[in-house]
Structure formats: structure tokens, C-alpha cells
């Protein structure tokens, strides 16, 4: 390719979307190229919230323990009872005839005769029954009974407290657009050579 057929195509390129008197032969007087202006970025820091700000309820529950206590289950009772009386047996001789004469007919020699007879006192032995001790009501107290229980018993009550939370942050980096992309003609400058 010649060293003007070069020019000419590069003429032509700089044209680009354009029909110029350049490709159709002519001469180029000026010539243009596209020009991009890429976007332009940058990087922003910025705190964004995470969490917001609120209460948080701190809850301990109720301690119980157990406890033992004496009670009582049956009460005191009071009861009168016979006590029976004491006795002793005891002996002693009582004279039961005091003797002395009778009559009483008899048979001596085969003849039936009345006699007087003496009789001698009889005595005999006799239990009696001697009251040492009356018989009398005695008062009887029954105690009252115990019992030991366990029981549970509130030993801490629950606590409630509400504690402020703050609202929590973080920093965050973003890409933010400073310029916008833009789209432009530059002149291109021709050698002289190529003008011809």
C-alpha cells in the first residue's frame, strides 16, 4: 500500500459515521476524532445504622428453697379415767356359836333319855375384803402430736430490669459516581504529506 492510500485510511477513520469528500477523493482540510470521557468514581465513607436504638428486659427468676417446720397434727387432749379401788383380803377368826347347854334326846342302854349336853363355842377362819383405796376418777392429759414438714419458701423474687440498648453503627465504604462519562470530538492534526 502507498504511503497516500495510509493517509487516506486513516482519514477515514477519524471520520467515523460520516460520508466526508475525503473518501470520495477530496482533500482533507480538518479532521476529527471521537473522544470518551470515562465516568469518574470515588470512595465514599459513610456510618450506617445497624440496629437502632431500644430496651432489653434482663429477667432473673425467683429463687425457692425448702424449709422444714414442726407442726402440730393432733392437739392436747384431756380424758378422766376410773381408777378402780385397791383392796386387800384379810382373815380373821369370829367365834360363830357361842356354846352353852341344850337338850337332846339319846338312846343309852336301849332306853331313850333326854340329856343336857354342853357345847363348846365354835370359831371359824373368814376372808373380808378391806378397801385400802376408794375408787376414784383420775384426770389424763394425751400431748398434743408434732410433725416436722418440708416446705418451700420464696428466698430471692424475681427481678425485672430494663436496660437501654443505643443504637449501634458501622462505617461502611460506597462508590459514588463524581463525574459523569461524556462523549466528545478532538481534532486530529493531518501530516502535510497526507493532505496531498
Request: aromatic share 8%; glycine share 6%; with cysteine.
Amino acid at each position: 500500500m502507498s504511503r497516500k492510500t495510509a493517509c487516506f485510511t486513516i482519514a477515514a477513520l477519524t471520520m467515523f459515521g460520516t460520508i466526508s469528500q475525503t473518501a470520495a477523493g477530496g482533500r482533507a482540510v480538518e479532521c476529527y476524532e471521537p473522544v470518551r470521557s470515562p465516568a469518574v468514581y470515588d470512595t465514599v465513607y459513610e456510618d450506617v445504622l445497624v440496629s437502632p436504638s431500644g430496651q432489653q428486659v434482663d429477667y432473673t427468676p425467683a429463687i425457692y428453697g425448702t424449709r422444714e417446720r414442726v407442726v402440730m397434727t393432733v392437739p392436747a387432749q384431756v380424758t378422766y379415767e376410773i381408777v378402780p379401788a385397791v383392796t386387800r383380803t384379810v382373815y380373821r377368826t369370829v367365834r360363830i356359836d357361842g356354846g352353852g347347854y341344850s337338850w337332846e334326846w339319846r338312846v343309852i342302854h336301849g332306853r331313850k333319855v333326854l340329856c343336857k349336853i354342853w357345847h363348846k363355842a365354835r370359831y371359824e377362819r373368814v376372808a373380808e375384803t378391806v378397801v385400802i383405796r376408794p375408787e376414784r376418777t383420775r384426770r389424763v392429759v394425751i400431748p398434743a402430736q408434732y410433725d416436722s414438714i418440708a416446705e418451700e419458701v420464696l428466698v430471692q423474687p424475681e427481678q425485672r430490669r430494663v436496660i437501654d440498648v443505643p443504637a449501634s453503627y458501622q462505617t461502611v465504604a460506597r462508590r459514588v459516581l463524581v463525574r459523569e462519562g461524556s462523549s466528545s470530538w478532538r481534532r486530529v492534526h493531518i501530516p502535510r504529506h497526507c493532505q496531498d
